[in-house]
Structures are given as C-alpha cells and as structure tokens.
C-alpha cells in the first residue's frame, strides 16, 4: 500500500483542526450560567439544530463504516433510515411537547416529574454508562483512517493510541470553553465537510471506472447490490424491512426521544414549532447520506474489481490515502475526523449535562441558575472527555464493522429508557417503583440477550441454551427491551393501590 499523504494533505488537515478549535472557543464567550453552557440560551436557529442533529448520528462510523456494508452487501440498510424517521415523527408529536412544558435541560427531569428523583438518577445514570461505552467505539473508529496516515512514520502499538489523543486534544478544547452553542455551530460546519468529501469521492470514483457511474449501477443491479428491501419475516437479520421499520422506528424514537444526547440539542431551539422542524427534517436527511455513502461502498466495490478485504471499515479509509488527489484526501480525513470531533463534543457536552442537573444539583440544593455551577460544568466536561478517550484506548476491535457494535451497545439500554417514558405518559396508576422495576427487568434481560452469544463461548454447557437469544438482530433490541419494561410495569402497577389512594393514605405517590 501506498501512502499518498502529502505535505498539502497536513495542511489541509491541520487548518481544519485548528480552525475549528479556535471557532469553537470564540463561539464559547459571554457565557453566564450553566443553562447557556448547555443549552444556549435556547437561541440556536432550527436549521442548525437540524444539522446538529445529523452530524451527531453521523460519527466516524458514517463515513467509515457504511460504505463497508453495501461493498459486502447492498442498500439494505436504507430501510433502518425509513424505520428513523417514522421514529421521529411519534416523538415530534408525543415526547417532544412535553419537553418544552417547563424549563428542562435534560430528558429525565421528565421522569422526575411524573415518578420522582429516584427515577430521574436512575434513568440517567443508564444513559450515562450507555453513552460512555458507545462512544468510546465511535472515537476508536477514528484511529483508522488516522492509522493509514500516520502508520509509516510511529510503530505500530503507538498509531492508534496517538491518533485518539490527538482528536480528544482539540475537541475537548473548544467543547470546554463553548458549551452547546460551539457544539452546534461546529457541527454544521463539520456536515458541510464532510457532505463535501462524500461527494468528491463518488466524482472520483466515477472518474476511476470504466463507463463511469452508468457502468457502476449497471454492474451492481447484475449483481443485486442495490437491493433495498429484503422481505424476510425471521428476526435474525438485521437489514429486513421489518426490522428497520419496527426496530429502525423503536430505535430512533428512543435515541431521539430519551437519549440526552439529542434531546439537549432539541431543547436549545427557540420553541417546539422549531425543535420540530430539526427533528423531522433531520430524518429525511440522514437517510440521503446514508444512501450517498452505501453508494460510494458500491462504487468502491467497482472500482476494487471485488477484491476482498479484511476489514470492511478499512476500504473506505484506504481509497482515500491512496487514489484521492493531494488536497483532497486532507479534505477527506478532516471529514472523518470532524464527524468524528462532533460525536465526542456532542457525548461530553450531554454526559456533563446530565451529571450536574440529574446527579450534582439534588445533593447540593443548589439553584440551576447559580452562576458558580458554570465552573462545575466544565469540571464535568474534562471528567467526561477522559473518561470517554479512556474507553477509546482500550477498546479491541476483531473485525466486526464498527457500526454494529455501536448500535449494539446503545440498543440494549435503550428500551428500557423508552419504556419508563411510555409508563409515564400511557399509565397513569403507575409510579416510581413501577418504573425502576420495568427499567432493571428490561435491560437486565437485553444485557443477556446482547451478550448471549458472547456467554456461549464463555460458558460451552449453555450454548443450546442461548442458542435462540444469540440471533436476534440488533434492530429489535429496543422493541424488545421496551416492551419488557412496560410490561412489567403495568404488571407492576397492580400490586399497590392507584397513586391518588397511596397519596392519601401516605402523603407520597412514589
């Protein structure tokens, strides 16, 4: 393999990063309180919520990961992306107006509203571990492109560990100083890159095949890669039309609906009309990436003759070191790099977010709009980013794509999130212990599905076992954790008196 990394490459490259660190701590001045840290005053103009929204979803695993998938397989994918936006719209119109009903900063004061504290630590405290360990895969897939560059001039041992701490070095500092307001505006920035780069790489793949994109689709259409609905009924696939329609709409309706993550931007648009509007339209527009980059996959696939890879999340990064022109391919890694920079300011900025308002203020009585709270704020911050580059530094990946171990991750808490939110608003003789059971039930039992097949080679003897739960598909991971937890919550619920005859007999509805 060629490195083709030249001295405008860095350049390009260096800019980029230092341009947008510095951009990030201007956007971060005249800040007063911990609420403009987080939500920025709620001043942020829908489009660029929308955008925030995007590039959030997007990570690394967008641009490295997905090309992947349609060059060893097809468009399948595309119909978890029809399943999130349906997912959107029953949280635009359900979830989200009971969001702007006060002045919330995070998602589970939601909670505390309806069950009590308890419930709002609990629920965050899930968010948070979840967050921690999905994103930490996110920042490692960074090390891969980064690798590619730097992997002739530092050993081996050292390229991913540098390359991690290189991009936690200049997020952290402008996620430090900005808050909420230098993560949005980056992250529009960081699409416009990175829709720039997606783009070029299918001009010049084009450009590099025989009968140019004509030839390419004719050749995968031969070759059925550019199916895109897959009608099988069983649940051990994950790119079926089911799955992404009743997995993809659970998905997203949890990640959209109960993750602090994309709820904390959605809460720093100016009213629910326009939170709205970035929620929706941001479905639309994540499924035409999503279709761009399986595209580049299938070009890619055209432009390698097929030649099989080890890894799949290494031919996009590849093409770029070695066929992009000199200047581009620097455009090209900025991109990944900045999808990847605005997951992690995205996930700290959120993660400390939920430590000061769901954790921190209830132990120490202290008002929200306390200005001294903005220094623990950033305390928090720092906190967060090492303890996210930490998980980055010692994840081991074996050569499953990066995107499935993500989505993994976040898909066996996730139903147990969004069923306390349905007990909430669908069940009203429900209360806190009725959440918190339905909660640790739902995403005790997805915890052992999940790693079900893991505890097989662990455990030989239990293998016929955990044979059944070993091949379930990700997509139906929050469905099933969902309706565990509202199952036993209901079920719950009818073991005690309705709440309004435990508040007179008792004083408490929890």
Do not use: C
Request: proline share 5%.
């Amino acid at each position: 393999m060629t490195n083709s990394f030249t001295a405008l490459d860095w350049g390009v490259l260096l800019f980029y990063l230092v341009g947008t660190t510095l951009l990030g701590v201007w956007l971060g001045r005249g800040q007063k309180d911990a609420r403009d840290y987080f939500v920025a005053g709620q001043a942020i103009p829908w489009w660029a919520i929308l955008f925030s929204v995007v590039a959030t979803e997007t990570s690394a695993l967008t641009f490295i990961s997905i090309p992947g998938l349609a060059y060893v397989g097809n468009l399948s994918f595309l119909q978890i992306a029809a399943g999130y936006i349906v997912g959107r719209i029953v949280i635009a119109y359900t979830l989200l107006p009971r969001y702007y009903e006060g002045e919330l900063v995070t998602a589970y004061a939601l909670l505390e509203r309806r069950f009590g504290l308890a419930t709002r630590r609990f629920a965050s405290v899930v968010f948070m571990v979840t967050r921690a360990f999905g994103d930490s895969v996110r920042v490692f897939a960074t090390a891969i492109p980064v690798g590619l560059i730097i992997g002739p001039i530092v050993p081996a041992e050292y390229v991913a560990p540098l390359s991690i701490l290189i991009l936690g070095a200049f997020t952290v500092l402008y996620t430090y100083h900005g808050g909420m307001r230098a993560v949005v505006w980056t992250d529009v920035l960081q699409t416009g890159v990175y829709l720039v780069g997606g783009l070029a790489a299918m001009w010049i793949i084009g450009a590099g095949v025989t009968g140019g994109w004509g030839a390419i689709l004719e050749g995968a259409s031969a070759r059925g890669q550019l199916q895109v609905l897959d009608l099988y009924t069983g649940i051990d696939r994950p790119h079926t039309l089911w799955a992404g329609l009743i997995g993809g709409t659970f998905l997203s309706m949890a990640s959209h609906g109960a993750d602090q993550l994309i709820v904390q931007r959605l809460l720093a648009s100016g009213n629910l009309r326009e939170a709205r509007l970035s929620l929706i339209g941001s479905g639309f527009v994540v499924m035409a990436q999503f279709a761009m980059f399986l595209l580049i996959g299938v070009g890619l696939f055209a432009f390698y003759n097929g030649t099989a890879f080890p890894r799949p999340d290494a031919i996009f990064p590849r093409f770029i070191v070695e066929v992009m022109p000199p200047g581009l391919t620097g455009l090209v890694i900025a991109a990944i790099l900045a999808a990847a920079m605005s997951t992690v300011s995205g996930s700290v900025n959120s993660l400390a977010a939920a430590t000061l308002h769901d954790i921190y203020l209830p132990f120490s009585k202290r008002r929200a709009d306390d200005p001294g709270l903005l220094r623990v704020s950033k305390v928090f911050t720092l906190v967060w980013s090492a303890i996210l580059i930490g998980g980055a530094l010692l994840y081991k990946n074996e050569g499953t794509p990066v995107v499935t171990i993500a989505l993994s991750v976040a898909s066996f808490t996730y139903g147990g999130l969004l069923g306390a939110f349905f007990l909430a608003m669908l069940v009203p003789r429900a209360i806190q212990r009725d959440a918190i059971l339905g909660m640790a039930i739902g995403i005790g039992t997805m915890s052992f599905i999940v790693f079900a097949k893991a505890l097989s080679g662990w455990f030989p003897a239990l293998a016929p076992t955990l044979a059944p739960f070993a091949v379930i598909a990700w997509p139906w991971f929050v469905l099933i954790g969902t309706t565990l937890t509202f199952v036993t919550g209901i079920l719950s619920s009818f073991t005690h008196a309705p709440p309004a005859a435990l508040r007179s007999s008792q004083g408490n509805p929890s």
